[in-house]
Structures are given as C-alpha cells and as structure tokens.
C-alpha cells in the first residue's frame, strides 16, 4: 500500500510517502523565518503552507518514484495545532482523496508522534512508557498496544521545548531555542549552577518547567548577565539549564517505566533530538531497557510520522470497514481531547 501523508500543524510544511510502514520520502520545509518574531506567527505559518504544499507534495512523490495515481490513501495532521496552519494541509489532503476516489484519514498530531519512535526500526515491543516533548506538548503515556494509550502526566504550564525555547530568548540565542542550547551545553560545564527541580502536587507524573524557567531569569539578573553569543559563561549557563531540564524529564519517565512494569521507554517530539536527554536515556540499555528514539529527521514535526501512524491504523483496524470509516470521518474535524489520544 502507498500512503501520501501531510504535516501542517505548526511551522513546518511536510508531505512524506510511504511504501506501508516503509518510508520512502520524507520532505520538510522548515519557516525558519518566524525566529525573526522569537516565535511562531500563526497568520505568517498558514501563508507558507499555503505557498509551499503543491511544490512539497511534487518533491515527495517524485523522490519516491511514485505517481500520484499509484497512491492508495492519504492521511493528513488533523489536530491539535494551529487551525490556520492545519486547514491547508488538511483540506489540501482530503481534496486530494475525494479527487482520486480513494481513503483519507485524519490523524492526531500526538499519536504521530507516539509512532514516529519506530520508522524504518526493525522491530518494538508493547508495552512501553511513551515521553512526548516538543515545543507545545509535554505528554507521558502509558502506550499498552497499538492505539490503546493511557495519560500518565502532563505539564501543568509550559511545555518542555517552550522553555529551552524561553531559556535561549534570555540568554539573547534566537529561536528555536533548543537546537542552540543542545550545541552550547557540549562545551559547557553542567555543575556550574543547580536550578531547581520542581515538585508538583498535582500527580507525581506531571511536569512543571516554569519555575525553571524564572530561576533562569533571577540567576540572569543575580550575576549582571550580558547577552553574548558565544563565552564560556553562556556554555555553562546552557549546559546547567539543560541538565536541570533533562533530570526532570529522565526521573519522572523512568519513575513510569518502573511502575508499570515495563522496560520499554521511547521519547518522541523536538526535544527528543537533544544530545543529553538522548545519551541519559541510552545509559539505559545496559539496565536491559530497549530505548527507542527516532532519528532526527524524524522528532522534530514531519510527515512521515502521520503516514506511518495511518498505516498503523490500518492495520489494526479490519480493511475494508476501516476504508468506509475512514472515507466519512473526511466530512468531521474531531474535537481534541487528550484523554482520547
Ligand atoms: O515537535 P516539534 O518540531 O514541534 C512541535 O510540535 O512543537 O518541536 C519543536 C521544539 C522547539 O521548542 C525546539 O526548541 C525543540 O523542539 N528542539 C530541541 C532540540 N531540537 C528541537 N530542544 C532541545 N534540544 C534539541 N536538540
Ligand atoms: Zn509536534
């Protein structure tokens, strides 16, 4: 089966193909651009997409081989998201379907990335503690088999990537934010300062980062900080900034892993491309855990993921009945609820 799969939740324009669960192509325009605001402009996102979608979905299939007339379903990012963003590549996706006579499925943003841990991986288990990070979503969730997810914890304010987001803005590094961090914690000493770990009361599986966030700022304001580029202040600042960031993260998933008896972990979204949080979770291996992370390309939002999500669903979910059901869910735009992810 050919999949033509769509991502435009956000700031990135993404059409991917896939051969089953095979990915094929994978193309992603990033709107670098919006660090110009120091975040993304929802308006100025829905533009590009809008600009940029045919040319990217030409790019996909033809790095695929593929014709547009040999594809068998589309599936595209339906929600959460921008709304502005979402509805080009949503209605871009199901003109597309109606217009071939084949399949279109809508997909959650959040499970695209539960299973973007396993593309092009030879093989994973269930169950497994599932951690999503990324710019808006902080998620730990209990993942028993395919579609079958239970919500252990989210943050209570912002979401991880948000604050390495936040973080970087103090420090006067541009946005995004984490990508910067990640490289200048390499040449920093992560010791040089402790900022504090939160202690949530709400469940013992929810994450907090704002109080990291404004510790950042006092320890900023504390030493006279001057916004400079590159020095082995900032390096430091960086490297304890994110150790802090990855403790939090670390404890609480394996906390997870323990308690409900399972040595599968895999961390998925942005952050999940960070070099520490990554290493940290790999010591792991040696405990007899299996880790899965997916490749760069692939934790930072991308349309690969939402086909691989949709082949999945397939599969799982009886052929024919699933391509009726499928075809009507084109009319809806379901409402999100993360406790139906
Ligand atoms: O998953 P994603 O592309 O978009 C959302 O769905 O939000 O995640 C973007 C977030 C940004 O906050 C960015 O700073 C963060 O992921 N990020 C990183 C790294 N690469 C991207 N954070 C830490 N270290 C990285 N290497
Ligand atoms: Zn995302």
Do not use: W
Not at 43 to 69: D, F, N, Q, Y
Not at 130 to 144: K, W
Not at 228 to 255: G, P
Not at 291 to 320: F, H, L, R
Request: aromatic share 12%; hydrophobic share 40%.
């Amino acid at each position: 089966m050919y999949i033509l799969a769509f991502e435009t939740s956000c700031d990135e324009t993404s059409a991917a193909v896939l051969k089953d669960d095979n990915v094929l192509s994978n193309i992603i325009l990033s709107q670098y651009f919006h660090s110009e605001y120091g975040g993304v402009v929802p308006e100025v996102a829905s533009r590009e997409h809008l600009r940029s979608i045919s040319e990217i979905t030409e790019k996909a299939l033809s790095e695929a081989g593929i014709r547009i007339k040999d594809i068998d379903m589309i599936a595209s990012t339906s929600e959460p998201g921008l709304i502005g963003a979402l509805l080009i590549g949503l209605n871009f996706a199901k003109s597309l379907a109606v217009s071939l006579k084949i399949p279109f499925v809508p997909i959650n943003h959040i499970q695209a990335h539960i299973y973007s841990s396993f593309i092009q991986k030879e093989k994973f288990d269930f169950p497994f503690i599932s951690l999503i990070v990324s710019g808006g979503h902080t998620l730990l969730i209990y993942v028993e088999d395919y579609f079958k997810h239970k919500l252990l914890g989210t943050t209570v304010d912002d979401a991880a990537g948000e604050a390495f987001d936040k973080a970087a803005k103090m420090l006067g590094l541009g946005y995004p934010g984490g990508p910067i961090i990640d490289e200048f914690a390499k040449r920093g000493n992560p010791e040089f300062h402790k900022f504090p770990l939160a202690n949530i009361k709400r469940s013992k599986f929810d994450f907090s980062f704002s109080g990291i966030k404004t510790s950042v700022l006092y320890f900023l304001k504390e030493i006279g900080y001057k916004k400079t580029k590159s020095d082995k202040l900032t390096y430091d600042i960086c490297a304890s900034f994110q150790k802090a960031m990855i403790d939090s993260l670390f404890n609480k998933t394996k906390k997870a892993a323990e308690e409900y008896r399972t040595k599968n972990i895999s961390i998925s979204g942005g952050v999940s491309a960070n070099t520490g949080l990554k290493e940290k979770f790999e010591q792991l291996r040696n405990k007899g855990y299996n880790i899965y992370i997916p490749e760069t390309n692939y934790s930072t939002d991308n349309a690969g993921m939402v086909g691989i999500t949709a082949y999945y669903k397939y599969i799982n979910s009886g052929n024919k009945e699933f391509f009726k059901d499928a075809s009507f869910k084109t009319m809806a735009m379901p409402r999100f609820d993360f406790n139906s992810i």
